[in-house]
């Protein structure tokens, strides 16, 4: 379970090529439509930040996104990306600046996989030894061997390569900001929370403002830094941070949406390392036994010896909860990164830290 | 049968024989060496027939291609042109040729006209065709990436739509390959000629006819083998 920690980028800048995004009262309207598909949308989204659009189908989500880069022209308000409006330039223009992936990925057929990578850095007219470092430079920071995929055929890669190339593509002409719809959509789940957990790892380095669509509010919990939740009409029922919008919905429509187990979905966001642990020696009701390195051994009780859980530190609290009620014994050890006991925790400890940061109210 | 009978059912052929023992020729088998001797008669009506197909499959694709990115712009061109160019394929080619001949005379322009238009068909709705197939994603990807309609048409849309055009381009010369063999009515020569001219001659229609299918075979792999070189990736499947 590598991939389910809580991965939240936290920290460090903003990377200077990351843009902010504000939508102004956006409205869109189709032509011949009694309903507006958007209504006066306005929330910013800070450089170097995740924000998650989520909501049913029919919500105006995937089109929002892409009134960003105006492949859907709004009607009404503005969007401004760092202070300056989408319309100040040509549209094929303002694209190539904007990083685009979409859900059945769109990799060129007829194109190899550093063609396909290559396509905004040539549009931008750079020569051509720039553009080939830049693609085998792109291959290996999605993790693949530039070697082996660079004069692939997209039909000669696996699902998830594919998928990966398609985020290469999109960070080509290392643009301030990433418009991402449903990316990993059509991939099974395994690969998918894979595939976010690389998108994270990449995040937390490159800094890139990115507006991400989904539909699954847990993925849109792992991945968002703010999440804005659409109902229909492309109304904003609520733009929070995950944990807020999970502590706090905002009315009935997004309790429903985030779901009944929320309390849960709050766990997957904390650390094991950040809740209550309690000293070794804290009168527990077992004894823990370690060894010189200071690892954990057995659990002791009279004459009973039982098996130790044992939790790392960056685990997240939904799975050690889920851990612990599987576990003979109340307690989990956590370990640090050299393997040795931190403290301990116990289930009532996640209870009151829930409790707490609900402000002891619940829901 | 007699040797009189037997100049009989060759009438009108190119050959008299002399001697009482039937020959080759008399006896309308297949005769090698009288191929042999007289395959030079072929070589100018071959050409011309060559010159034909080329020149008609050319006119064709180029109009079509020209017709087929303005269907693409403005889709509600489709159905009259889909109905026009079907309307032409009906006609008749002798029909066709003789209803050009008051207006344009005998000749390879009647008989070009004629083949260009039994193209039309074809080509244009595979284009189109090969134009619709494009994948959606690969359309709205390239359009998000910021290529502009006339960079989305050449650098996506065509070269996706290659095989589907080579495969219009393959029918349609294989097809005038064949209709070109009627080219002689309308004065045009081709390999037609020959064949009316002695054709109760098994040898004679045989080489004739042999020299089409050869035109059409040879040209249909040159077009597989272009196919190749202009669409590489069509064929790359999953690696090893």
Known sequence: MTDTQPAHTEGGPASPQAATVAFRAVGKTYPGASEPAIGELSFEVPAGEICVLVGPSGCGKTTALRLINRMVEMTSGDILLDGRSVRDQPPAELRRHIGYAIQQIGLFPHKTTADNIATVPLLLGWDRERVRARVDELIALIGLEPGEVRDRYPSQLSGGQRQRVGVARALAADPPLLLMDEPFGAVDPINRERLQGELLRLQARLRKTIVFVTHDIDEAIRLGDHIAILRRGGVLAQYAPPAELLMAPADDFVRDFVGADRELKRLALIRAGDADLRPVDDGLAYDLVRDDAGRPVAWLRGGERLPVLAIDRDESLRDALSSLLASPVRYGAVLDDDGRVDGVLAIDAIHRLLRREAGGTGA | ?240
């Open chain 2, 1 to 240: 049968m007699s040797a009189l009978t037997v100049v009989a059912q060759a009438g009108g052929g190119f050959f008299r024989n002399r001697s009482g023992t039937p020959t080759c020729e008399e006896r309308n088998g297949l005769c090698p060496a009288w191929i042999a001797h007289h395959l030079d008669r072929y070589a100018s009506p071959f050409w011309q027939h060559l010159v034909l197909v080329l020149v008609s499959v050319g006119a064709g694709f180029s109009n079509n291609f020209t017709l087929a990115l303005m269907a693409h712009r403005r889709r509600w061109l489709v159905g009259p042109f889909v109905q026009l160019t079907g309307i032409l394929y009906t006609i008749p080619s002798l029909a066709a040729f003789f209803l050009l001949l008051p207006i344009t005379g005998r000749g390879s322009l009647t008989a070009i006209i004629a083949l260009t238009a039994y193209t039309l068909l074809i080509l244009f709705r595979n284009v189109v065709d090969g134009l619709d197939g494009v994948p959606d994603e690969a359309r709205d990807a390239g359009r998000g990436m910021g290529l502009t309609a006339r960079q989305l048409l050449w650098r996506v849309e065509l070269p996706l739509a290659v095989p589907a055009i080579m495969a219009g381009l393959r029918v349609a010369t294989t097809t005038t390959v064949g209709l070109a063999a009627l080219a002689f009515y309308a004065g045009a020569g081709g390999l037609g000629a020959p064949m009316e001219a002695d054709k109760a001659f098994d040898s004679n229609i045989v080489v004739a006819g042999g020299l089409c299918v050869i035109m059409a075979v040879g040209l249909d792999a040159m077009l597989v083998f272009a196919e190749r070189v202009a669409a590489p990736w069509a064929r790359a499947r999953a690696a090893p």
